[in-house]
Antibody, heavy 118, light 112 residues
Framework: VQLVESGGGEVQPGKSLRLSCAAS????????MHWVRQAPGKGLQWVAF????????SYADSVKGRFTVSKDSSRNTLYLQMSSLRPEDTAVYYC????????????WGQGTLVTVSS | QSALTQPAYVSGFPGQPITISCTGT?????????VSWYQHVSGKAPKLIIY???NRPSGVSDRFSGSKSGSTASLTISGLQAEDEGDYYC????????????FGGGTKLTVL
């Protein structure tokens, strides 16, 4: 199973950014997917979830209304659209495949760094 | 949801056992059997080592084991090895209010 994140970079507060996660070597279309982040010097924080078919989404309170997760099974790619970015969104963002029961994170990518700074 | 509570640091000598605790509430750990543990070595992808309290994915050493009592989950590593160094995170999946995954603050394991 391979998950490769991209799209990170430095962005000013209030701006938008879209992260991508390319999946290979597993059944992406049948997998729930997550985004998890790690701020500098901090621990892991769950950010967003989408069910295998995109009919169920869930977000951490800290990003609700600003971030949107989506899944394109035809391209085997997961996205995270981030808007109204804040300095506290600075983190390494990981995509992770979810278990069929939704209870845990099966495989993780290596992450992409997002820096929100003026 | 508040983060689960883990000790910040744990250390041990090669060959010794160590245990990392993870304390939550009745709304998360105490209310479900959906506790998982992850090993994270800096610069690498986090790795699942325990799921649903005490299940090991294939390929994970049987030196790793998990348990739960009330609102506290534990990860035990028997026979510490140098390669076990890294950060360890517990996570609880809660569905009481919304679909929610809460991590512990992480424990840095040092093999002396």
């Amino acid at each position: 199973v391979q998950l490769v994140e991209s799209g990170g970079g430095e962005v000013q507060p209030g701006k938008s950014l879209r992260l991508s996660c390319a999946a290979s070597e597993f059944s992406f279309s049948a997998s729930p997917m997550h985004w998890v982040r790690q701020a500098p010097g901090k621990g892991l924080q769950w950010v967003a979830f989408t069910s295998y078919d995109g009919t169920t989404e869930s977000y951490a309170d800290s990003v609700k209304g600003r971030f949107t997760v989506s899944k394109d099974s035809s391209r085997n790619t997961l996205y995270l659209q981030m808007s109204s970015l804040r300095p506290e969104d600075t983190a390494v963002y990981y995509c992770a495949s979810g278990s069929l029961e939704w209870s845990y994170f099966v495989r993780w990518g290596q992450g992409t760094l997002v820096t929100v700074s003026s | 949801q508040s983060a689960l509570t883990q000790p910040a640091y744990v250390s041990g000598f090669p060959g010794q056992p160590i245990t990392i605790s993870c304390t939550g509430t009745s709304n998360d750990i105490g209310g479900s059997n959906y506790v998982s543990w992850y090993q994270h070595v800096s610069g690498k992808a986090p790795k699942l080592i325990i799921y649903d309290v005490n299940n090991r994915p294939s390929g994970v050493s049987d030196r790793f084991s998990g348990s739960k009592s009330g609102s506290t989950a534990s990860l035990t590593i028997s026979g510490l090895q140098a390669e076990d160094e890294g950060d360890y995170y517990c996570c609880s999946y809660a569905t009481s209010v919304n679909f929610d995954w809460v991590f512990g603050g992480g424990t840095k394991l040092t093999v002396l």
